[in-house]
């Protein structure tokens, strides 16, 4: 096909950028978005600064175009530059934005989340991911009393000392002193850890299934979560779903609700408002009292713009039926994959819902191959991560899904060629 012949080859300009940005940012680009977090491997196959976006689409700096199938991490929900939100979002702004008495924008924002989230009573909002975490958590000690917090094993659940690992620079052991971790899936060691501990147990928090990185994600079925509530609910524990990554990509009323139960609290952020800057926490009424006792705000966190785009944007993937579209397409896409793969004589393992599918080549057990084939697919402008579930938007078409493939397979193809010792068998 075409797309082998067009390697992007100049990316001097993004490189030029990244200089920049680390003689006055520390590491340069941080956290999820730069080339260490996000595993760049071999990094001059990879973008680092981009000049702008559209639809499903980015440009880097020398002006090289990316299928985006990372969507910025989540936040892309609707296509990049969606004219809806951008419109309701920008009428906002010139009307007022963050201002002394909060707009009413705030609650037409909670009521249409209790509207449309099937558990919700309230909402509360916030700005980022690990917000919404932290108001949970600490909204269930102030309602039970009790110190500990129950994890599923593999866990992410933002970066405040609480949901951090006692070896992570700066964190005190006793930070987390008060962290149980046990396995995914695993009802028996659940009861053994609250014996263990006396039931001094306030919450236990999860996302809705396993989507863990450097490793195939593992779905939840109803039944698991089923015995997870009843295990809740017999020793009073509050459970917390933190659906900041999956949250209306699955279910537009909840990640709980796709999978048949009802949590206590649950944690939305990324697809909320199509870019702005807006998290929010939905709750049972049991929940109020104890959430409006908290010492919780900040200076954005009432702000109406991202309220006025998340009204928008919920009414649109509401209209678009978007969990409908997600899973149709990460299908056709990850359908499209697979076949490449194996006419290639590649074994591409493809796990998780498919809206938010993870990708792995099994020919050896290691990352290296895989890492190999994401790079070149990355340098020929289908943008992927090696080691972490990808993310579809509305605006993904046909055209693009084809595009996508045609990219992957010539990637297979250079790699292939370049491992005579593996003797693949398409
Ligand atoms: N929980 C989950 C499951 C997440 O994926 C993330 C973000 N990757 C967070 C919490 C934290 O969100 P934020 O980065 O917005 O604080």
Known sequence: SSAASDVYKRQTKSRAWFDRALEVIPSGIYGHLGPSEG????????????????????????????LDLMCAYGPNVLGYGDPDVDRAAMEQLMTGNCTTAPSYKMVECAELLVDTVAMADWAFFMKNGTDATTFSVLTARAHTGKRKTMFLRGYYHGNDP??????????LPEEVAHNIVVPWFDLPAMEAAYEACGGDVAALIAQPYDHGNFADNRCASQEFWASVRQFCDKRGIVLILDDVRTGF???????DHYYGFQADLICFCKALANGYNMSAVCGKEHLKAAASSLSFTGSYWMSA???????????????LDAPTL???MGQKLTDGFRDAARAHGFDLVVSGEPALFYLRIANDDS????????AECVSRGLFL??????????AVTDQDVALAVDIADDAFSVVAARHPELELKP
């Open 249 to 255: 990509r699955l279910d537009l009323q909840g990640s």
């Open 39 to 66: 595993l760049f491997l071999p990094l001059e196959k990879w973008p680092l600064l981009s000049s702008k976006a559209q639809g499903t689409y980015f440009w880097d700096m020398d002006g090289n175009r990316y």
């Open 367 to 374: 990352l290296m191959l895989h890492q190999e084939w994401v």
């Open 385 to 394: 991560a090696s080691h972490h579930n990808h993310f579809l938007n509305a």
């Open 305 to 319: 713009e991202p309220f006025a785009a998340c009204i928008a944007c919920i009414q649109k993937l509401k209209a």
């Open 326 to 328: 997600f899973r149709r």
């Open 162 to 171: 609480w949901a951090m690992k006692a070896d992570y620079p700066g964190i």
